[in-house]
């Protein structure tokens, strides 16, 4: 059992299933370990916002732990102008807020994010990223999502990448479930 149950991570819960959503993309970065505080303050104020979370678990005192933890720590994503900026400013959790220049390929970067997400596979959040084959997924909840494969150990890793961050997050994919892009 998570220490904490998995709380609201998207407000509104369609958030990145429409297409028609108002406002620009902001990336808050945050204090240390204070995105799901700001989360709830967002939630509250009914503030559009995108928080990814992965599942963890680890071994702690002989009892195993589990918990979700955010895939891009001290990051979370706001939707909405700059009076939406404005309240999530005065909480005094941001450290700053990131203007994004290219709101189009962050919206499909965390659209892409969202679907790895919600598909239940499990995830690892990836640094600093290196480039890779572009391959196509053919099968499955993700089926015709295109990303970058990286090898861990014997392991093949589909990885979705959020380039204004430079960060993304994979899962493990077996060598039938994708075909390489031209």
Same mark, same amino acid.
Not at 1 to 5: D, G, K, N, R, V
Not at 21 to 26: I, R, V
């Given at each position: 059992?998570?220490?904490?149950?998995l709380e609201p991570y998207v407000c509104p819960p369609n958030l990145l299933s429409d297409a028609d959503?108002?406002?620009?993309?902001?990336a808050l970065h945050t204090r240390p370990r204070a995105e799901k505080s700001l989360a709830r303050r967002l939630l509250a104020r009914h503030i559009?916002?995108?928080? #990814?979370?992965?599942?963890?678990?680890?071994? &702690? !005192?002989?009892?195993?732990?589990?918990?979700?933890? #955010?895939?891009? #720590?001290?990051?979370?994503?706001?939707? !909405?102008?700059?009076?939406?900026?404005?309240?999530?400013?005065? $909480?005094?959790?941001?450290?700053?807020?990131?203007?994004?220049?290219?709101? /189009?390929?962050?919206?499909?970067?965390?659209?892409?994010?969202?679907?790895?997400?919600? &598909? !239940?596979?499990?995830?690892?959040?990836?640094?600093?990223?290196?480039? +890779?084959?572009?391959?196509?997924?053919?099968?499955?909840?993700?089926?015709?999502?295109? !990303? $970058?494969?990286?090898?861990? +150990?014997?392991?093949?890793?589909?990885?979705?990448?959020?380039?204004?961050?430079?960060? +993304?997050?994979? /899962? $493990?994919?077996?060598?039938?479930?994708?075909?390489?892009?031209?």
């Open positions: 059992m998570p220490l904490l149950e959503e108002a406002g620009q993309w902001w559009a916002f995108f928080l #990814p979370l992965y599942h963890r678990e680890w071994r &702690s !005192g002989g009892r195993l732990r589990s918990s979700y933890l #955010p895939i891009f #720590p001290s990051y979370i994503f706001l939707r !909405g102008d700059g009076e939406a900026r404005q309240h999530a400013l005065e $909480t005094n959790l941001v450290v700053r807020a990131l203007e994004v220049n290219d709101q /189009i390929r962050l919206d499909q970067d965390l659209r892409r994010v969202y679907q790895l997400v919600v &598909s !239940g596979s499990p995830l690892s959040p990836e640094e600093r990223l290196v480039s +890779g084959a572009r391959v196509e997924i053919l099968s499955g909840p993700l089926a015709g999502m295109a !990303g $970058t494969i990286l090898r861990r +150990g014997k392991h093949k890793r589909f990885l979705v990448e959020v380039e204004f961050l430079q960060r +993304g997050v994979s /899962i $493990t994919l077996e060598s039938w479930m994708f075909r390489p892009l031209p």
